[in-house]
């Protein structure tokens, strides 16, 4: 088991800041606790991660489709799921010096962790935002913002399959953010108050859902190691019966070793037919299937494979991290998989002269023609803007130097092996490309 320095999570956020990944949000006015804005070169990571989530699971897929369901839903939703009266954390509250715990936390509710004071009693809190609808502030206005993406994809479970003409099996899947009032947040981005989820509702025959279940925990665990994260730092871990959430009959979670320990990454649940019975008894409009063969009414059961979207960035972060060399040759590159890199190629003249940054400029402007993220940059030696690129998880750079001029070729190196040969500057787009898919065969 490959062993992180606690070290690593402080190195990481300061990285983060430093060049652009992400920052602390409202940081001017000295921070929001658990909010985080992302910059740069974060926007491009993470769009890249749902990007990639969605190719594998909606575009590449005969039999799934895609929603964007609104934040703000009518508030017996959340009755009918369960969250209004489920979805809490049991709590206590140090009587001395006041800070709050989640209980299932603590190792003992004798006394406080931090002052020795007393605790008070485990109060249920429910992690909902609540906020209200329109100028009046009562009851009747109270609307939630949604603590998971996938209520959205139940309550249009009949739009969709009709729309579309769908028959189970089939799935509905989502990007979007959540909201959960979390009580203990932290570790960066992995808990935190606001946060984007990528969720897949798959819709089966009832008697097909273990064959499905173990399906999607095969295929969710092997699609963060096609995109690059080592084996060894991952692992399915069963649900015990007392941890199952109140809609599931099993789940299994992938964990990833971060630097504070295994931690969750993705839940795959077995959800049954829970949320489409609920939502029809308490909505009164049946969301049964009828099947037009056995001309029978059914409610299918549902696999969710349900991941976290800043998490999933994280541990790609945690993942592609490394460093070689010491002293003065320490160099820190960012093994970032190809399609997941916030930049795909630099283009680096040798020289600021000579014609070199005319050439290379040509050759940025058609990479970016190319819709290929990259990035041009003359300033300094030519080892320190590599080293810049290594440290952002660049894949690939591009060097214009005096041969250029003379027979049209540059030199492209590779960010892993250090790997330097000389291509055609005219086939630069074509090799990056080709290679980009190639890393995802
Ligand atoms: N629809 C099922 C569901 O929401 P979950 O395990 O509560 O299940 C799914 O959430 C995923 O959402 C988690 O595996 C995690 O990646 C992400 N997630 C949940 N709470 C989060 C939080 N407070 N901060 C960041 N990500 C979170």
């Known amino acids: 088991m490959a062993v992180k320095s606690p070290n690593l999570m402080s190195t990481i956020v300061n990285l983060c800041k430093r060049r652009g990944f992400i920052f602390q949000s409202s940081e001017i006015y000295g921070g929001l606790n658990s909010c985080w804005d992302y910059g740069p070169l974060g926007v491009e990571l993470k769009r890249n991660v749902k990007e990639s989530w969605w190719r594998s699971m909606v575009t590449h897929r005969r039999n799934i489709v895609g929603l964007d369901s609104s934040i703000l839903m009518h508030p017996k939703i959340w009755e009918a799921s369960g969250h209004l009266s489920g979805f809490s954390d049991p709590l206590v509250d140090c009587k001395k010096c006041k800070e709050r715990f989640r209980a299932d936390h603590l190792e003992s509710l004798e006394k406080c962790p931090k002052c020795s004071g007393e605790l008070t009693d485990i109060r249920k809190f429910n992690l909902m935002f609540k906020t209200f609808m329109g100028p009046v502030e009562d009851n009747t206005s109270t609307v939630y913002l949604r603590p998971e993406t996938a209520q959205g994809i139940f309550v249009n479970f009949l739009n969709v399959q009709q729309s579309a003409r769908l028959k189970p099996p089939f799935g509905i899947a989502q990007i979007g953010k959540s909201f959960r009032n979390e009580i203990t947040p932290g570790n960066f981005i992995y808990r935190t108050r606001e946060f984007e989820q990528m969720e897949m509702e798959f819709f089966v025959p009832p008697e097909e859902d273990q064959k499905w279940y173990e399906y999607w925990s095969q295929a969710r665990f092997q699609w963060y190691i096609d995109h690059g994260i080592k084996r060894e730092n991952l692992r399915l871990r069963d649900h015990e019966s007392d941890e199952l959430a109140h809609y599931a009959k099993a789940c299994v979670d992938v964990e990833f070793l971060f630097p504070f320990g295994w931690s969750e990454l993705e839940g795959i649940a077995n ?171």
Request: with cysteine; aromatic share 8%; glycine share 4%.
């Open 271 to 441: 959800r049954t037919d829970y949320d489409l019975k609920q939502h029809s008894e308490f909505s009164g409009k049946s969301l049964a299937y009828f099947d037009e063969e056995s001309k029978q009414h059914y409610f299918p059961y549902v696999i969710e494979p349900a991941a976290g979207a800043d998490r999933t960035t994280l541990a790609f972060l945690v993942d592609a991290y490394d460093v070689e060399g010491e002293g003065k040759n320490k160099r820190t590159i960012l093994r970032l998989h190809p399609s997941l890199s916030p930049i795909k190629a630099a283009v680096l003249p040798l020289v600021k002269r000579d014609g070199m940054p005319e050439m290379a400029e040509k050759i940025y402007d058609e990479l970016l023609d190319d819709s290929i993220k990259s990035f041009y940059d003359h300033s300094s030696s030519i080892g320190r803007r590599y080293a810049r690129q290594d440290e952002i998880g660049t894949p690939y750079c591009i060097t214009v130097d005096s041969q250029s001029l003379e027979d049209q070729t540059v030199t492209l190196r590779e960010r892993d092996s250090r790997e330097q040969y000389r291509i055609a500057a005219s086939s630069v787009s074509e090799i990056l490309k080709q290679k980009m898919k190639d890393a995802l065969k």
